[in-house]
């Protein structure tokens, strides 16, 4: 059984930092695009950052650009989003996730070409 399973969300001041770990178990995603997409009250859930399987492109919204940045320990399996300088409107449920086929040339942004999703934690950035 694939499980994704996020942590290290939390309440944070304006300007504060996390770092976002998302643990695989069950598969090997090593070959996998992965992305984090983030859901605020209301909205609808986008992508802030997804990293190609092979890790030599990466992509980053235009929110979180120079702020967040996204890598993978292949070792222990572990996706992280590294969020610094964090405003308000980062506040969302962060999920991960991994791409649906392996090996896909490019970054996955598109939600539905995700198949395998965290359960979400939740980031809350005080003002």
């Known amino acids: 059984q694939v499980q994704l399973v996020e942590s290290g969300g939390g309440l944070v001041q304006a300007g504060g930092s996390l770092t976002l770990s998302c643990a695989a178990s069950?598969?090997?995603?090593?070959?996998?695009?992965l992305g984090w997409f983030r859901q605020a009250p209301g909205k609808e859930r986008e992508c802030v950052a997804a990293?190609?399987?092979?890790?030599?492109?990466?992509y980053f919204a235009d929110s979180v650009k120079g702020r967040f940045t996204i890598s993978r320990d292949n070792a222990k399996n572990t996706l992280y989003l590294q969020m610094n300088n964090l405003k308000p409107e980062d506040t969302a449920v962060y999920y991960c996730?991994?791409?649906?086929?392996?090996?896909?040339?490019?970054?996955?942004?598109?939600?539905?070409?995700?198949?395998?999703w965290g359960q979400g934690t939740q980031v809350t950035v005080s003002s």
């Open positions: 990293r190609s399987w092979s890790g030599d492109m990466t």
């Open positions: 996730a991994a791409d649906s086929v392996p090996l896909r040339i490019g970054i996955v942004t598109k939600l539905n070409d995700y198949s395998f």
């Open positions: 069950g598969r090997t995603f090593s070959t996998y695009a």
